[in-house]
């Protein structure tokens, strides 16, 4: 299976509409991949709070269109990054989308765990309160965004739900890049599950961005690191590896805590 990561430069000097547009372009060049995936809020930067509210679009509007446009244009299944929803009801949401390399939407995930400490995100936007996978011909992707990949309850929850390659978009301050790299080994060892981490480049908002998206294996073996400005990494994995190595080392099978209790 071949994925391309495209670790887009979020630059606050070209416009919303322009990266669209841009990102559209990458995408469809990714033509004869697999999946292509890209990063968090990157139409608007994941720490630019102050234009969350103006840019804010409905599911169905513009990035969704661009997004599901590329995607069939490619022929590839799309993790198209998150973008600023605003729900029917006014609320915000960190919103994920996933296309069919026919260009239909097979799955929306809104950020369940919202970053700030009482600022920005966390008191901006709402609480996406389900988990998301989506089945490929190939794999089934467990869906994560950025600051989730600190809650390890929620990748176990995508593992029971069947998910084997864990996509975690992201928009990760430089200032932490060792956790980003420690953290998306850890959950790809813990899960024996392929871990597709993929962040931005460039400053936004003065925070600079740390890049170095990363592809882990279910051994916790890093099979491919970009470095830390705008770059699309390729790499080509073996699905069936997730299988062989739950079977070669049933750690998984010997869980004893939370499980659900017994029925009586």
């Known amino acids: 299976m071949r994925a391309s990561l495209i670790q887009i430069a979020v630059d606050p000097d070209e416009s919303v509409e322009a990266r669209r547009e841009r990102a559209a372009s990458l995408v469809v060049a990714q033509r004869g991949a697999d999946l292509v995936v890209l990063p968090e809020l990157w139409p608007v930067g994941a720490f630019a709070y102050t234009v969350f509210e103006q840019e804010a679009e409905p599911l169905q509007g513009?990035?969704?269109?661009?997004?599901?446009?590329?995607?069939a244009e490619a022929g590839?299944?799309?993790?198209?990054?998150?973008?600023?929803?605003?729900?029917?009801d006014g609320t915000l949401y960190n919103t994920a989308?996933?296309?069919?390399?026919d260009g239909q939407r097979a799955a929306v995930y809104r950020k369940i765990h919202r970053f700030g400490f009482d600022k920005g995100e966390a008191v901006m936007m709402g609480a996406g309160e389900e988990l998301a996978t989506v089945a490929l011909p190939e794999t089934?992707?467990?869906?994560a965004t950025c600051y989730d990949l600190r809650f390890p309850e929620q990748f176990r929850g995508l593992?029971?739900?069947g998910a084997e390659t864990l996509v975690v978009s992201a928009g990760w301050p430089e200032r932490r890049r060792a956790h980003w790299t420690l953290l998306a080994q850890a959950r790809a060892v813990e899960n024996q599950a392929y871990v597709l981490a993929l962040g931005?480049?460039?400053t936004h908002a003065d925070v600079p961005q740390a890049g170095h998206s990363i592809v882990v294996d279910p051994w916790g073996?890093?099979?491919?690191?970009?470095?830390?400005?705008?770059?699309?990494l390729t790499v080509e994995f073996d699905p069936a590896k997730v299988g062989a190595t739950r079977e070669q080392f049933p750690a998984l099978k010997d869980r004893r805590l939370g499980l659900a209790p017994?029925?009586?």
């Open 262 to 264: 017994p029925s009586i």
């Open 200 to 202: 931005t480049a460039g």
């Open 97 to 101: 989308l996933v296309f069919s390399p």
């Open 62 to 71: 513009p990035t969704h269109d661009v997004m599901a446009k590329a995607a």
């Open 76 to 88: 590839v299944w799309l993790h198209a990054g998150s973008f600023v929803e605003r729900a029917p």
């Open 221 to 232: 073996e890093v099979l491919a690191e970009a470095g830390a400005d705008e770059e699309i």
């Open 140 to 143: 089934t992707l467990g869906l």
């Open 159 to 161: 593992v029971d739900a």
